[in-house]
């Protein structure tokens, strides 16, 4: 009876072990959906693990597809701030791209909408953007903002070892007990 216990929660460890190396978006300024009168100084996304400022990209653009980046990101742990660069009124999309620990690429997008125009927009000339103009490199060894740093002390860090590795060998660890006590008690028995 013991040993279906430890099968069927050693299943769902080790089945869970691969969604929890995905890396994944957990919150974002600002949120995705806001309609905002103001628009923030840099948009900001957190993430579940660590991030690798070599494989992270983040675009930002706004209406009419215009670049919106107002320079390059700066990596903290797993968050990330990109200085943002307002212009017409409309909807801004930051597109992210991100590898998780099993190497997997995870993207998405937060969406928000300035309501009112930024800079006063001359006559709008048609762009087509490029992955080169739209995309925003990553500067790897880029320092804390003070943002980042105040929800540190709220809340804690997610960057670092992930965890789920130390829970897969423990469990391993545990069914490998379980077989020897199981194996020495037949002996015993028989």
């Not at 460890?13 to 600002?30: C, R, Y």
């Amino acid at each position: 009876m013991s040993l279906v216990v430890i099968t069927g929660v050693l299943g769902v460890l080790v089945g869970a072990a691969p969604a929890a190396a995905h890396n994944s978006l957990t919150g974002s300024d600002p949120r995705n959906g806001t309609r905002l009168e103001r628009p923030p100084a840099q948009l900001r996304l957190t993430f579940l693990s660590r991030l690798d400022p070599a494989t992270t990209k983040i675009t930002v653009t706004g209406p009419d597809n215009v670049p919106a980046a107002g320079g390059r990101p700066r990596f903290d742990g797993s968050r990330v701030a990109v200085p943002f660069k307002p212009g017409a009124a409309g909807l801004y999309i930051v597109e992210y791209e991100v590898a998780s620990g099993d190497g997997h690429p995870i993207t998405g997008e937060v969406r928000f909408t300035l309501t009112v125009a930024a800079t006063p927009t001359a006559s709008p000339t048609p762009t087509a953007p490029t992955a080169a103009s739209n995309s925003v490199a990553p500067t790897p060894g880029a320092g804390a903002t003070p943002s980042a740093a105040a929800a540190d002390a709220a809340g804690g860090s997610n960057g670092g070892v992930p965890w789920w590795p130390w829970v897969l060998g423990g469990v391993v660890v545990l069914a490998a007990l379980t077989t020897l006590v199981l194996a020495r008690r037949r002996r015993s028995q028989a």
